[in-house]
């Protein structure tokens, strides 16, 4: 089993920034995909944006290209996504998941481990 904790959501304001971390626990030798996801009263969860295990490789979401950033650090089995230029529509509970895959997975039923999510409120 492989733990997630996200941290670093709260309330900003439009245009301000954020960095999200995610640290893993448990069995995480291996090499794990992570993605973060969001997830908006009435709406599905979606990703936003993944990284590969050795982060060469990363997916996002238009709605965040050129305003976030994923990024990995492996010895610390961590992960983590700057926000920049954040909106209000970016308004959303964040998730931290992973999957033991060589790929960049981006449909939240592939991923196996997920965190419990951060609420991350930007206004106008």
């Known amino acids: 089993q492989v733990q997630l904790v996200e941290s670093g959501g709260g309330l900003v304001q439009a245009g301000d920034s954020l960095r999200l971390s995610c640290a893993a626990s448990?069995?995480?030798?291996?090499?794990?995909?992570m993605g973060w996801f969001r997830q908006a009263p009435g709406q599905e969860r979606e990703c936003v944006a993944a990284?590969?295990?050795?982060?060469?490789?990363?997916f996002y979401a238009n709605s965040v290209k050129g305003r976030f950033t994923i990024s990995r650090d492996n010895a610390k089995n961590a992960v983590y996504l700057q926000m920049n230029s954040l909106k209000p529509e970016d308004t959303a509970v964040y998730y931290c998941?992973?999957?033991?895959?060589?790929?960049?997975?981006?449909?939240?039923?592939?991923?196996?481990?997920w965190g419990q999510g951060t609420q991350v409120t930007v206004s106008s």
């Open positions: 990284i590969n295990y050795s982060g060469a490789r990363t």
């Open positions: 998941a992973a999957d033991r895959s060589v790929a960049v997975p981006v449909s939240l039923y592939e991923y196996d481990y």
């Open positions: 448990g069995r995480t030798s291996g090499n794990y995909a």
